[in-house]
């Protein structure tokens, strides 16, 4: 519970940034970086999460989904009418 409210404080706060500091984190990435880093979280626990994230996803999966974020992006490169 605690590491809920403190993703809360942060998200409040104006957010968390990514490692390369080119966009903020969702809610749930606050929270799992929260979670791998807090040292009163047992390692067991950090393991079975990272078990149940990587066997969360088909095989080929990740490739899917960067063909998604691929065609979002183009989408995103629409030219603005300047009305």
């Known amino acids: 519970l605690?590491?809920?409210?403190e993703t809360r404080e942060i998200e409040v706060t104006g957010g968390m940034m990514v490692a390369d500091g080119t966009r903020r984190r969702t809610p749930g990435g606050v929270?799992?970086?929260?979670?791998?880093t807090d040292p009163d979280v047992l390692p067991v626990l950090k393991d079975a999460a990272a078990t149940a994230a990587a066997e969360k996803l088909p095989e080929g999966a990740?490739?899917?989904?960067?063909g998604i974020d691929d065609e979002t992006a183009d989408m995103n490169d629409v030219?603005?009418?300047?009305?």
């Open 2 to 5: 605690e590491l809920f409210d």
């Open 31 to 36: 929270f799992m970086t929260l979670f791998k």
């Open 62 to 66: 990740e490739v899917m989904l960067k």
């Open 79 to 83: 030219p603005m009418d300047e009305g």
